[in-house]
């Protein structure tokens, strides 16, 4: 147990809470800083006219490590979850089927028998490889820190050589291998998306993320809504008098001989304590509040950043038939739209889009005899698409394909419509041009090679969130706070 040390974290996404929690039950003194008016970062709420959405991730997967954090801290998950099954529903334009995504793969097989009769022994195939990768690797390459990259080399060497064919595919190519079928070979590589890429451009080896799904443990929903994660480690931070300063944006700072002294707000106040945690993004504080040349806007837009997110969230004063709590609706140009989706704009009135129908598992999201409907559309990032002057169009073209496949008329029900491009999660979250989840995962942006969660001048300043190791996702973050926590306490 530690104590008399200040840590101060600036966010207050999954990654600084957690972090924040882990550190207060060592006995530090915690205070966060958030920009926005509540916490959460993305994974956050929407309440207008007696409706509610989460704003960002509708579900989650690899729910031990809630639960391994959870006995870290020495406290019950704060939150109920229930396991998806099936995971969710897909429909392909012109094909009157909805595939439902269930984890038993013979029933899963049984709906695939006309396109993909031995559907079923190949899934299980692509799950043992899959799942061989997952096991070789998470271990090794996720849940480690590396101090440089010679340690992340030598852990590389460990990783089993049978995987290195893998490594030369994208995660399409990999699905190819083992399925004929184009609506197979679709509805198997969705989870792609789920790292902000689409399956041509994602690799291979992210592959076992579909062992996650199917396989190991799948997805949960959470009680309420995704915000109740939020509420509950914030309830938990409360009982350890952790305070969270709204409203604060942290824009500069003071340092000297290889510490950080002080963090400086957009007013001028400086904000002083023993250790520093960022829980922004981990390039980009780098390079807006730190000033380092490495990481100027120039050099960053070389990297590699996930797509943009053009989110809409309906209140309808009626019950939307044929929708199912998370559901996803393709169209017929898969590969071409995929290889379009990020740079060329002119392909948005094709769109490919998720629906979240929170109403259907929490009925307190809407008023009696309403939905409350959240959709999500992939789009160009800011660097590709600056102007969204055109998002309501676009936003209509969605809305339009939705009401044509559930044949019911959208327009008249809306009572409460709000949308959010690239633009906003920018000015929002400060998410880099808009990309969604940060940067990707790319050979070149994985392990030792994502900007460290430890500063390369200041030896008290530390990263959590999804543009630092492990990476992007709520399991991410959780994992990400336990390895930053790790270097904390040695210092």
């Not at 530090?28 to 929407?46: P, T």
């Not at 009157?96 to 049984?110: M, Q, S, V």
């Not at 019950?319 to 199912?324: A, S």
């Not at 009572?415 to 491009?421: F, G």
Request: proline share 5%; aromatic share 14%.
């Amino acid at each position: 147990m530690r104590s008399g040390k200040k840590v101060l974290i600036t966010g207050a996404g999954i990654g600084g809470l957690t972090t924040a929690l882990r550190l207060a039950k060592k006995g530090y003194q915690v205070e966060i800083i958030e920009k926005n008016s509540q916490a959460g970062g993305r994974l956050n709420q929407i309440k207008t006219g007696g409706f509610t959405f989460d704003t960002g991730p509708s579900f989650f997967s690899m729910s031990y490590e809630f639960e391994e954090f959870a006995r870290d801290c020495n406290i019950d998950v704060p939150f109920k979850f229930i396991k998806l099954d099936p995971l969710y529903a897909v429909n392909i334009k012109d094909d009157p089927t909805t595939y439902f995504l269930y984890r038993d793969i013979r029933k899963l097989a049984g709906q695939f028998s006309d396109i993909e009769p031995d559907f079923e022994e190949k899934m299980e195939k692509y799950l043992k490889k899959s799942g061989q990768i997952f096991h070789d690797t998470v271990g090794i390459v996720i849940k480690s820190n590396f101090d440089s990259l010679f340690d992340y080399v030598t852990a590389l060497m460990r990783v089993n050589p049978a995987h290195l064919p893998v490594l030369s595919r994208t995660f399409y190519q990999q699905v190819k291998l083992y399925f004929s079928s184009w609506q197979v070979r679709q509805i198997i590589s969705l989870v792609a998306f789920f790292l902000g890429r689409t399956p041509f451009d994602t690799m291979g080896i992210y592959t076992l993320l579909s062992y996650t799904e199917f396989r190991h443990d799948g997805y949960y929903n959470v009680e309420g809504g995704m915000y109740a994660i939020v509420e509950g480690l914030v309830r938990e931070l409360e009982k350890e008098n952790v305070k969270i300063i709204y409203n604060t944006e942290i824009t500069g700072y003071n340092g000297r001989r290889g510490r950080l002294e002080a963090l400086t707000d957009s007013e001028g106040q400086r904000w002083h304590a023993d250790i520093f945690v960022s829980n922004a993004d981990a390039a980009l504080f780098r390079g807006s509040v730190l000033k380092r040349r490495k990481y100027s806007p120039e050099r960053l837009d070389r990297k590699s950043w996930t797509m943009g997110y053009l989110t809409i969230y309906l209140g309808l004063n009626f019950k939307l038939p044929g929708i199912h709590h998370h559901h996803y609706f393709l169209g017929t140009n898969f590969e071409e739209y995929s290889g379009n989706v990020m740079k060329n704009p002119t392909i948005l009135q094709k769109p490919y889009y998720y629906v979240n129908l929170m109403s259907a598992n929490n009925p307190d999201c809407a008023p009696p005899g309403c939905e409350s409907l959240f959709i999500v559309c992939p789009v160009p990032n800011l660097m590709y698409k600056p102007d969204w002057q055109d998002a309501g169009d676009i936003a209509d073209s969605i809305i339009r394909d939705l009401g044509e496949r559930t044949g019911r008329d959208i327009f008249p029900g809306i009572v409460s419509r709000t949308v959010y491009t690239p633009l906003d999660w920018q000015e929002k979250f400060n998410l880099y041009r808009g990309s969604g989840l940060g940067l990707s995962h790319n050979m070149s942006q994985i392990g030792a090679l994502r900007p460290a969660n430890f500063d390369e001048e200041f030896r008290n300043l530390f990263y959590v969130g999804a543009s630092t190791v492990p990476g992007a996702g709520l399991p991410m973050s959780i994992i990400g706070s336990k390895l930053a926590v790790e270097r904390i306490l040695k210092i």
